[in-house]
């Protein structure tokens, strides 16, 4: 087992321009307080709730409000990953889904859990055990607290999503494997973030036997062998002892995991309020919607609805007005007998063919010569069909001297050919 120092330069911030450097004049820096059974932790000092912190920070200058980013330890958070092959389309799918597993495992009352959906490479939900001495609704409760104070809670997130963030920041490593491993631990409790390509598949949570190096080494060996490959540990709560065995070779300590509980990531340079490799997370916002106003949506697909109708209207208009009109007139090669004033019907051509084509029959060939003489070729089921279909043909006025031509069984059917004139209007200048 290696230990790394963790390497936590601070991020250098892009300039603020317009809106951002208001923002940037109205809210102050951010404060990141952890909560664990105990109560609310800022560094080293425990705030038995929200409002006795509130009331020992100094009132931020005029016109301004300090960002609170609120961390729930482990101890107070039970993981459900979502197996892929559940019909789970969306975030609310998956929270409804985690919703049932909550109640059937820890009694009704955990219905009224605070939930976060995550996802990444996989997909998640987060619930967050009330602690015992909150009731009601604390998230919103919190909220009208600390605006009233000055300050504006802007996530309630769990506590190994920093730890994700500052893992990263640590160790890049991390981002370039098929498979790695960020190991959370909380005392005996470690919390398990599986990484495809730097980004969460799965979030678990397991306990060690002893909460010591020892017993974290125990732990790591019996992890799967693609897991073990690159790994990393950080957190607090593990007791003071000897290091862990030469076994350990793969997995690396960020900072000293001897540190009390609960871990505090405040001061660690790592910009916590980007979302980094993982979406959601927060409590504040359990489920990501799919579209900020879904009455724009709806709006947007009536609208497509009414364009695509009236195009097909005035698709419709064009072809009724074509299919109204004179005859196309084609005329002939140059220095041809029959050159002046020949036309074809070509609407009316083609659709006296489309009528009377039936069921089964395939058209393989349409030939018109100048002189207006036609080949019919296709296939059919049988010698009546070709029959029908020249039936059809020659009632239908446009053309004459309907024969049926060939008519003749092959391996892909039966093959016919029917001969016919296009009946042609009467060249101008000429008696019929």
């Given at each position: 087992?290696?230990?790394?120092?963790?390497?936590?330069?601070?991020?250098?911030?892009?300039?603020?321009?317009?809106?951002?450097?208001?923002?940037?004049?109205?809210t102050?820096?951010?404060?990141?307080?952890?909560?664990?059974?105990?109560?609310?932790?800022?560094?080293?000092r425990?705030?038995?709730?929200?409002?006795?912190?509130?009331?020992?920070?100094?009132?931020?200058?005029?016109?301004?409000r300090?960002?609170?980013?609120?961390?729930?330890?482990?101890?107070?958070?039970?993981?459900?990953?979502?197996?892929?092959?559940?019909?789970?389309?969306?975030?609310?799918?998956?929270?409804?889904?985690?919703?049932?597993?909550?109640?059937?495992?820890?009694?009704?009352?955990?219905?009224?859990?605070?939930?976060?959906?995550?996802?990444?490479?996989?997909?998640?939900?987060?619930a967050?055990?009330?602690?015992?001495?909150?009731?009601?609704?604390?998230?919103?409760?919190?909220?009208?607290?600390?605006?009233?104070?000055?300050?504006?809670?802007?996530?309630?997130?769990p506590?190994?999503r920093?730890?994700?963030?500052?893992a990263?920041?640590?160790?890049?490593?991390?981002?370039?494997?098929?498979?790695?491993?960020?190991?959370?631990?909380?005392?005996?409790?470690?919390?398990?973030?599986?990484?495809?390509?730097?980004?969460?598949?799965?979030?678990?949570?397991?306990?060690m036997?002893?909460?010591?190096?020892p017993?974290?080494?125990?732990?790591?060996?019996?992890?799967?062998?693609q897991?073990?490959s690159?790994?990393?540990?950080?957190?607090?709560?593990?007791?003071?002892?000897?290091?862990?065995?030469?076994?350990s070779?793969?997995?690396?300590?960020?900072?000293?995991?001897?540190?009390?509980?609960?871990?505090?990531?405040?001061?660690?340079?790592?910009?916590?309020?980007?979302?980094?490799?993982?979406?959601?997370?927060?409590?504040?916002?359990?489920?990501?919607?799919?579209?900020?106003?879904?009455?724009?949506?709806?709006?947007?697909?009536?609208?497509?609805?009414?364009?695509v109708?009236?195009?097909?209207?005035?698709?419709?208009q064009?072809?009724?007005?074509?299919?109204?009109a004179?005859?196309?007139?084609i005329?002939?090669?140059?220095?041809?007998p029959?050159?002046?004033?020949?036309?074809?019907?070509?609407?009316?051509?083609?659709?006296?063919?489309?009528?009377?084509?039936?069921?089964?029959?395939?058209?393989?060939?349409?030939?018109?010569d100048?002189?207006?003489?036609?080949?019919?070729?296709?296939?059919?089921?049988?010698?009546?069909?070709?029959?029908?279909?020249?039936?059809?043909?020659?009632?239908?006025?446009?053309?004459?001297?309907?024969?049926?031509?060939?008519?003749?069984?092959?391996?892909?059917?039966?093959?016919?050919?029917?001969?016919?004139?296009?009946?042609?209007p009467t060249?101008?200048?000429r008696?019929?």
């Amino acid at each position: 087992m290696s230990s790394a120092a963790p390497d936590t330069p601070h991020l250098a911030q892009p300039a603020a321009h317009g809106g951002q450097r208001l923002q940037a004049l109205r809210t102050s820096a951010a404060a990141d307080l952890v909560l664990d059974a105990r109560g609310f932790w800022q560094g080293e000092r425990c705030f038995d709730d929200l409002t006795d912190w509130a009331h020992s920070q100094p009132a931020p200058p005029a016109g301004t409000r300090r960002r609170v980013r609120l961390h729930i330890a482990g101890e107070l958070l039970h993981e459900w990953p979502c197996d892929p092959t559940l019909p789970l389309a969306d975030d609310a799918a998956r929270l409804a889904w985690a919703r049932r597993l909550q109640a059937q495992y820890h009694g009704d009352a955990a219905t009224h859990w605070p939930q976060a959906a995550w996802s990444a490479r996989g997909h998640g939900v987060t619930a967050w055990q009330y602690p015992a001495a909150a009731s009601g609704e604390p998230i919103r409760a919190w909220r009208d607290l600390a605006r009233g104070c000055g300050h504006s809670i802007s996530s309630i997130t769990p506590l190994w999503r920093a730890a994700l963030l500052c893992a990263l920041a640590w160790h890049p490593p991390l981002a370039k494997p098929l498979h790695a491993t960020v190991l959370v631990v909380e005392g005996r409790l470690v919390t398990v973030i599986e990484l495809v390509r730097g980004k969460p598949r799965c979030v678990t949570r397991r306990r060690m036997l002893q909460a010591d190096l020892p017993g974290l080494e125990d732990f790591f060996l019996a992890m799967p062998a693609q897991r073990r490959s690159c790994c990393v540990a950080l957190g607090a709560g593990l007791a003071k002892g000897p290091g862990a065995l030469p076994g350990s070779e793969g997995l690396v300590l960020l900072g000293d995991l001897s540190q009390p509980l609960p871990w505090r990531p405040a001061g660690d340079g790592v910009d916590l309020a980007r979302s980094g490799p993982l979406k959601g997370a927060d409590f504040m916002r359990p489920a990501r919607l799919a579209h900020p106003w879904p009455w724009l949506s709806v709006a947007c697909g009536l609208a497509m609805l009414a364009l695509v109708a009236w195009d097909a209207a005035t698709l419709q208009q064009a072809v009724a007005a074509t299919q109204a009109a004179a005859p196309i007139a084609i005329p002939a090669p140059p220095g041809h007998p029959r050159a002046a004033g020949l036309a074809f019907p070509w609407p009316a051509v083609l659709q006296s063919v489309e009528a009377a084509t039936v069921e089964g029959l395939r058209w393989t060939q349409l030939l018109v010569d100048a002189q207006g003489r036609a080949s019919l070729q296709g296939l059919s089921a049988d010698d009546a069909t070709a029959r029908t279909v020249a039936q059809s043909l020659r009632a239908s006025g446009v053309w004459r001297d309907v024969s049926l031509a060939r008519s003749e069984a092959s391996a892909s059917g039966w093959q016919f050919e029917i001969a016919a004139n296009v009946a042609q209007p009467t060249p101008a200048g000429r008696r019929p």
